[in-house]
């Protein structure tokens, strides 16, 4: 567990330097790094990220070439490819944290509470695997009582959905759940905020005291 800590230490502090105006990426992905890599690499984390152009994952935690293994799908979902990469990346890697990154005003989440509160008529059947993903996640909101403004419903949604792919991780793929039981893998929700450029780490974060 120590491993996964610091590497979840390390994101932090990244994205504080990114969120304050002061990264040092700019230094991370020179000649001579680029260089370092070509024999293998070994990532720190893996980021299960969304596909939104306004979130990627190195830029918003200011690290740079082959320190993180990124898998992007839009809403963050737990495709069976996603779960897959995932896999390898702790198998093949090394890398014993692995962050859901979902992030404020999700375009994929509107789509899917659009769905449900009023289906289209004809949608991709590409994009609908995505949607009936994160369905799930939003049904239960629309369903309790009253529903809550639109903004509100999105903010929940967005983060019922993030823990369900970090929930699904951790117990809908035998070889992580064995790697979490075994040989200290972490898996935790995160959400990053468009306004203000700072990743709220939310979900699955053990005690310091659990980790020592």
């Known amino acids: 567990m120590h491993r996964a800590i610091a590497a979840l230490h390390r994101l932090q502090e990244g994205n504080d330097r990114f969120a304050s105006g002061e990264p040092l990426s700019v230094n991370l992905a020179c000649e ?3 260089a370092e890599l070509v024999g293998g690499q070994e990532p720190f984390a893996v ?8 979130v990627p994952a190195e830029i918003v935690f200011d690290q740079g070439l082959g320190d993180l293994f990124v898998i992007r799908v839009a809403g963050n979902v737990t495709a069976p490819s996603g779960v897959g990469s995932v896999e390898f990346a702790v198998e093949n890697c090394g890398t014993r ?5 979902g992030h404020s005003d999700c375009g994929a989440v509107k789509a899917t509470i659009d769905q449900l509160v009023q289906p289209p008529e004809s949608r991709s059947k590409n994009l ?7 369905s799930p996640s939003a049904q239960p ?28 991780l951790r117990h809908g793929s ?26 709220d780490f939310f979900d699955g974060i053990p005690d310091i005291s659990e980790s020592s």
Do not use: M
């Not at 944290?97 to 990154?101: A, H, K, P, R």
């Open 97 to 101: 944290l692995i962050v859901v990154l």
């Open 128 to 134: 609908e695997s995505i949607v009936n993903r994160i």
């Open 47 to 54: 980021i299960l990220g969304c596909s939104d152009s306004r």
């Open 141 to 168: 909101f629309l369903e309790d009582g009253t529903p809550p403004n639109q903004d509100e419903l999105v903010e929940k949604v967005v983060r019922a959905n993030i823990r369900s792919s970090a929930n699904h």
């Open 174 to 199: 035998p070889i992580l759940e064995d790697w979490v039981e075994k040989d200290g893998l972490l898996i935790v929700g995160a959400e990053y905020s468009l306004a203000t450029g700072k990743v």
């Open 32 to 34: 001579e790094r680029r």
